[in-house]
């Protein structure tokens, strides 16, 4: 035991301070090197100047995409016509549409929003005149999909940038988001005596001043862990410069031998997975016999830039299982990762099968990608010329802030997280409600310079580790020498990690997969408590040696189940470990939960 205390403490020294990763040595004509770093520190800070005015978007990334475009499109007098006729017919659609509807106001409206599109939801957009601005604004952004889609030539990442900016452009002038053409607006004008402006010029000034001093949003206040949220029972049982690990105290009288490894993403804090006692994932995997543990990362300041990704398998992953077997020796883990903490995990994995380390049990990846071919709307931010942007930023600071993050998430989903709460905050004058998950969203942290660097051009942009080119030590490691089971989570609505992405998992592994679609977003979907009212799951387990189907023949073969994943995720649990036996011992208390790294800001 001494010994493998030991073995643990030796993993809290800090990462040791290195050179640029991306800067080259170039050597001159007579052979003696160059110091070209200062020149490149000039490029850095160029970029860094530039970005504070364009809100850390690469002006070089958008001049080629629209450059890409406006050239094959202006080559194109096919589409040019194509566009043409379509516009013809819309007006026509819309002239025809208006002329039957003044006759019977119950004629049928002639486009209907997209799905997950709220903003005319409410029965007032439903008459006239706004029906009718709210139908020539759904005909033109139909349109406007037309000219940003299938010109011939453009690449596919320009063709996402240029439709993805046209669209926001198009959205800032939606009828919704005019207070003299939305009828809400105008009804809660009249009834308030427009006090709701009043109101909401209030929660401007409040939210303004908040950013301004670097506070959270109102009402985040009451959910503080250990008090409101993250309230489960435990113990800070090992602590080292880049982790906190939380052993939870038992609840049942006996439990599983192989305790559970949680491995949440470092981009935010770790308690989504221990939000209120209601929907703690981790309160109720303890109730179900499970030992719990896990990672609380730290959040880093600009001290820590030259942390890298392995230092964060090696400080994460690594020092947390070999934590683990110094509490409960010889015992095998199942490992469980969410979104970053997935990949990380899916990484170790990987390195311990090469190495023979056969400590995990099973492998769980909530929302977790391996492939980066299909990362979803988050591609839109990563090419050469955005990532250089981004990385002088970090290289700058020293880490990526939350605010700059939080930024790209919610351009990402601009009608929920900006249109609908410029509607209603500061043109109704309401204060939506804060809720545990809002709440654990505004907690967010910070990611360090090299680090994060490395995880975007070695994963997003080379897509390393599906392609076997990932090196751990200076060794390959590759996903198909995992040999334990995995079960994997995706969800219907992920922005982050589509599970078009997550299900291709089952092509490089060469085990068996159980994989499970929930209904819900990102967040939402993984936090599905059993009592959940309407989610629904889907699925199937892939024998290592079963053929592989295709995204849309498993989605047709697999109905969709009423209930939590969380259910037969248990079970599956439970049918890969031991037989129950008396609880562990509690490893040595540090802290209590949720221990300190969560409270750094």
């Given at each position: 035991?001494m010994?493998?205390?030991?073995r643990v403490?030796?993993k809290t020294t800090p990462a ?14 007579d052979?003696?090197?160059l ?11 160029r ?20 450059f ?5 499109l202006?080559?194109a ?20 549409w208006?002329?039957?509807s003044?006759?019977?106001p ?5 486009i ?5 599109d ?17 139908q ?5 952004q139909?349109w406007l ?9 453009v ?5 996402k ?17 005019n207070?003299f ?61 880049l982790?906190?690990?939380i ?15 949680i ?9 989504i ?12 995997l ?8 896990a ?5 880093p300041d600009?001290?820590?830039r030259?942390?890298?990704m392995?230092d964060?398998r ?15 020796p010889?015992q ?5 990762g ?10 170790a994995?990987?390195a311990?099968?090469?190495d ?16 980066f ?7 839109l ?7 250089h ?17 939080a930024?790209?998430?919610q351009?990402l989903?601009?009608?929920?997280l900006?249109?609908?709460r ?23 942290t ?27 030590d ?10 334990v ?9 992920d ?8 299900y ?16 819900g977003?990102h ?6 408590p059993?009592?959940h ?7 199937s ?11 849309r023949t ?14 037969p995720?248990?079970?599956w649990?439970a049918?890969r ?20 790294y969560?409270?750094?800001k």
């Amino acid at each position: 035991m001494m010994a493998q205390n030991a073995r643990v403490k030796e993993k809290t020294t800090p990462a040791v301070q290195q050179s640029d990763p991306l800067a080259t040595p170039i050597a001159a004509a007579d052979g003696e090197p160059l110091g070209f770093e200062a020149f490149q520190a000039f490029d850095r800070l160029r970029a860094v100047n530039l970005s504070q005015v364009t809100a850390g978007i690469s002006p070089g990334a958008l001049a080629t995409a629209y450059f890409d475009w406006g050239f094959h499109l202006a080559s194109a007098p096919g589409k040019q016509m194509e566009l043409g006729v379509k516009a013809v017919r819309k007006w026509q659609r819309l002239a025809a549409w208006l002329s039957s509807s003044a006759m019977d106001p119950n004629t049928p409206p002639v486009i209907a929003p997209l799905p997950g599109d709220r903003r005319f939801t409410h029965e007032s957009w439903s008459k006239t005149p706004f029906n009718q601005l709210a139908q020539a604004f759904l005909l033109q952004q139909q349109w406007l999909h037309s000219v940003t889609h299938d010109v011939p030539g453009v690449t596919e990442h320009s063709e996402k940038v240029v439709s993805f900016v046209a669209k926001q452009m198009l959205d800032i002038l939606s009828p919704s988001n005019n207070p003299f053409t939305n009828p809400e607006v105008l009804a809660r004008t009249v009834e308030t005596g427009g006090m709701n402006f009043i109101n909401g010029w209030k929660n401007l000034a409040e939210d303004q001043a908040r950013i301004a001093t670097n506070r959270p949003p109102v009402g985040t206040e009451d959910f503080v862990p250990g008090q409101t949220v993250a309230m489960t029972p435990g113990k800070v049982v090992y602590r080292n410069h880049l982790i906190e690990l939380i052993q939870y105290a038992p609840t049942t009288d006996k439990v599983h031998p192989e305790p559970v490894l949680i491995v949440p993403a470092w981009i935010m804090k770790y308690y989504i997975l221990d939000l209120s006692p209601e929907n703690s994932l981790i309160k109720w995997l303890v109730g179900q016999g499970h030992t719990v543990f896990a990672i609380s990362w730290r959040n880093p300041d600009a001290s820590d830039r030259d942390l890298e990704m392995d230092d964060y398998r090696k400080l994460g992953v690594m020092a947390a299982l070999d934590a683990i077997n110094a509490i409960q020796p010889d015992q095998k883990v199942q490992g469980v990762g969410y979104c970053l903490g997935g990949t990380l995990l899916s990484i170790a994995a990987a390195a311990m099968a090469g190495d023979g380390d056969d400590r995990l049990a099973s492998m769980t990846l909530l929302a977790a990608q391996v492939d980066f071919t299909e990362p979803g709307e988050l591609a839109l931010f990563i090419d050469p010329s955005q990532l250089h942007f981004l990385d002088s930023m970090m290289w700058n600071r020293g880490y990526l802030s939350a605010d700059q993050m939080a930024g790209a998430f919610q351009l990402l989903r601009s009608n929920d997280l900006i249109g609908s709460r410029i509607v209603r905050e500061y043109m109704m004058g309401e204060r939506a409600p804060m809720f545990d998950l809002m709440a654990w969203n505004a907690d967010s942290t910070r990611m360090p310079w090299r680090m994060h660097s490395e995880y975007l051009r070695r994963l997003y942009l080379e897509n390393e580790l599906s392609s076997g080119r990932f090196t751990v030590d200076g060794r390959t490691v590759l996903l198909q020498n995992i040999r334990v089971p995995i079960f994997a989570v995706a969800t219907e609505r992920d922005h982050v990690a589509p599970w078009e992405s997550v299900y291709k998992i089952h092509q490089f592994t060469d085990c068996e997969v159980t994989f499970a679609l929930t209904s819900g977003g990102h967040n939402a979907g993984i936090v599905t408590p059993p009592d959940h009212p309407r989610r629904v799951y889907r699925l199937s387990t892939k024998a290592h040696d079963a053929p592989l189907l295709s995204e849309r023949t498993w989605m047709e073969t697999n109905e969709p189940v009423p209930g939590s994943w969380w259910l037969p995720w248990q079970e599956w649990l439970a049918a890969r470990s031991s037989k129950p036996v008396a609880p562990p011992a509690t490893g040595p208390a540090l802290d209590d939960a949720p221990g300190s790294y969560v409270f750094q800001k």
